[in-house]
Each structure stands twice: as C-alpha cells, then as structure tokens.
C-alpha cells in the first residue's frame, strides 16, 4: 500500500446491533494493514435505550432525543478513543487520524421525498477531534448517496485490501444487526446486504428473556423451524430485490416480523423459541442463498455472527465451499468493520476514492466522509 500518511489510525462505530462501541487501533504502512489493539466502549443504558428507539418510527420527542444523543454519543466515542490509546500505551499525537462511522439511526436508502435516498449516523465528530485533539474522518456515508448510491454496504473495498487473492474467489460475510457480502473475483468486486443478521434474532431474545443477545445460540438450538413462517419471512420482495441493495433496524424488525406471519395468524401462537430457530435460519438461508449464486471457491465470516456456533453450522450445512471466520485471514472477526473505519481515514488523508459503484450504485467513485480538526 502506499506509505503516504502512514502510521496509526482508530477506527470507531456502532453497529445495529446497539451492543457497545467497537474501537480498533490500526497500523498501515507499505506491507499492509495491522490490528494493534482493540477495546469495546460502552454507553449508558439510558442511550442504549435511546438509540433503539430512535431507530424505529414514531418515538415521542425523536428531535430532542436525537440532538441530546448526539452529543452523548459523541462523548462517547471520544472516552473510547482515548482509552483505548492508553492502553495501547501511544501518544495521541502519534495517531494520523480516526474514522469514526457513527450510530445509525436511520437508513433510506431509496428514495422517499426526494431525487435521492438519505442516511442518518450520529455522534458528533467535533466532540471526538476536540476531546482527543486528533483528526476526525465522519460522515462517511453521503457522499456516496449524493451520487445516487446506496451509501452502504462500505466494507467492500477494505475487504478488498485486506482479503484479496489472486487467482482465488472469496466471500467475505459481515453478520451484524444487518449482513452483507463482499464478493471478491480476481479484481472484480461486487457486494450488498443480504437481510437480516442478529438484529431479529436480538430483539425475539430480549423480548422472551430479557438479555441482549441468545448466546452461541443455544436458546435457538432448542426450538424447531417453523416452515411456513420461514417461507412467508423469505417471501419478502426485499429479498429478492436486485443489487446495488442495503436496509437496517427501521426495515427488519419485530413490526415486520409480526406483519410477516402466514395467513395473519400472529406470532404469539407459536413457541418463543420455534420462532428464534426460524429466525437463526432465515438469517442462515438468505446469506446461503447468496454465497451459493456468487460461486466462490471460499467464504469467511466477520462480525459478531461469527461468535455463534449454531449458526455457523446452519451456514456449513448449506454451503459446500469452505466457510470460516476471518481468523483465517488474520484479523480477528470481531474487528474487521471497525478496523475498516480506520482505513477509510486513511483513505481521505489520502484523497482516495473508497466507494464502489458497483456495490453501492453510486454514479461515480468519491472521497468518503469529511474531516474535523
């Protein structure tokens, strides 16, 4: 790569599945890209709260909510950035830039009052480069949308740097709240969200048992698919939807879910954890689906799906090619996506185009995100 800026960067955000802010500390130099340390911060209940409410319509006060939000999450990520430098034991000053993407809070990707689509991602950017006196990259997404673009999914070219091999094709999976796939073939690269990652399966959970996330899946593993909810589910027309194609929380949620039901029956007639078996396969399904039709020879995981073995194997079963984790590759899967805000600082110092218009739709390449400090 080349050694214009090089040094450390700090790669920050927080994904829909509203779990903590991931923090990753990189190094990129001319023999690539090094995860240095990593730290996941946290946030108040209060905000996690918030967050979550925001994503969805009809939340009472949204506009002061989300303006005191903003300042709190920015503060937020400015606490993580900075522990996160001192326990690496560097200066502040020795860190080039940090990417940080934000907390989502809506995505419309298409267009509803206007020529173009919108995304929102909040947590002020000039509380994070004031608190840690270090250059700030953010807003990352709307320079692609202003072309046209989908603004998501942005992981593809990082995946591309990272992951690439010649005379190989990959997929790369990213299972957060939502999934996406990087498909990379011998240069070509292509990539779009596949559905629903965690983010269904995550609210089902909190809802019947009150924790965050079924761990490793296991409440999953002791439910039975339901067939004709999981037909009905993968007869959504997003699904088959075309690329260049992204969504979020706003679209997949337990409002959908309940509207999905065959024959409107409801949901609740079922047993809670039928329902999060089908849910785990839906999410297994629609990501198979498109590993398959991209006809890689290998397939690796990122993100915190990686972390569930239930539904690892509910990928294995339906994918013949090898399928693994990251880990593979060298990064960590539970860093790949902050480590890639990192490098789309990197990027901008650079003035390097870091969108793909084939992934996103975008009329043209651009220089992603705008600099504070």
Not at 19 to 37: C, F, P, Q, R, Y
Not at 108 to 133: E, F, K, M, V, W
Not at 335 to 353: D, I, Q, R, Y
Request: charged content about 15%; hydrophobic content about 40%; proline content about 5%.
């Amino acid at each position: 790569m080349p050694s214009n800026y090089a040094g450390l960067y700090i790669g920050l955000m927080s994904g829909t599945s509203v779990d903590g802010i991931d923090a990753a500390l990189i190094e990129i130099s001319d023999s690539g890209i090094e995860l240095v340390k990593t730290l996941t911060g946290e946030y108040s209940s209060k905000c996690q709260t918030a967050i979550k409410s925001l994503m969805l319509e009809g939340a009472g006060r949204e506009l002061e909510t989300l303006m005191w939000l903003d300042v709190e999450l920015g503060s937020a990520f400015a606490n993580a950035a900075l522990t996160l430098i001192d326990e690496a034991g560097v200066e502040p000053s020795s860190i080039k830039a940090i990417g940080s993407h934000g907390q989502t809070i809506r995505h419309y990707p298409s267009q509803i009052h206007s020529a173009i689509g919108s995304t929102l991602q909040i947590g002020d950017p000039n509380i994070i480069n004031q608190r840690t006196q270090i250059p700030v990259i953010a807003d990352l997404r709307r320079a692609d949308i202003a072309l046209g673009g989908q603004g998501a999914p942005l992981m593809p070219a990082f995946h591309q740097a990272m992951f690439e091999k010649s005379g190989t094709s990959r997929a790369i999976v990213n299972i957060g709240g939502i999934a996406n796939i990087t498909i990379l073939n011998n240069l070509n690269i292509t990539g779009f969200d596949t559905g629903p990652g965690n983010t269904l399966m995550d609210a089902w959970h909190a809802k019947h048992k009150g924790t965050q996330f079924d761990k490793d899946g296991v409440w999953a593993s002791t439910g039975k698919v339901d067939i004709p909810l999981l037909n009905q589910l993968l007869a959504d027309p997003w699904f088959a939807k075309q690329p260049p194609k992204s969504t979020g929380q706003d679209y997949f949620n337990l409002e959908w879910l309940k509207t999905n039901c065959p024959d409107n029956n409801g949901i609740e007639h079922l047993q809670a954890e039928d329902v999060q078996a089908t849910l785990l396969e839906l999410t297994a399904k629609s990501i198979a689906r498109c590993v398959v039709q991209s006809n890689v020879d290998e397939t690796y995981i990122c993100g915190g799906g990686a972390n569930n073995p239930t539904l690892m194997r509910a990928l294995a079963q339906q994918v013949e090619a090898k399928i693994t984790s990251t880990n593979s590759l060298g990064l960590d899967p539970n860093w790949v996506e902050a480590a890639g805000f990192g490098w789309l600082a990197w990027c901008h110092l650079n003035h390097k185009p870091a969108n793909v218009p084939a992934v996103t739709g975008a009329s043209n390449t651009c220089v992603l995100g705008a600099r504070w400090g």
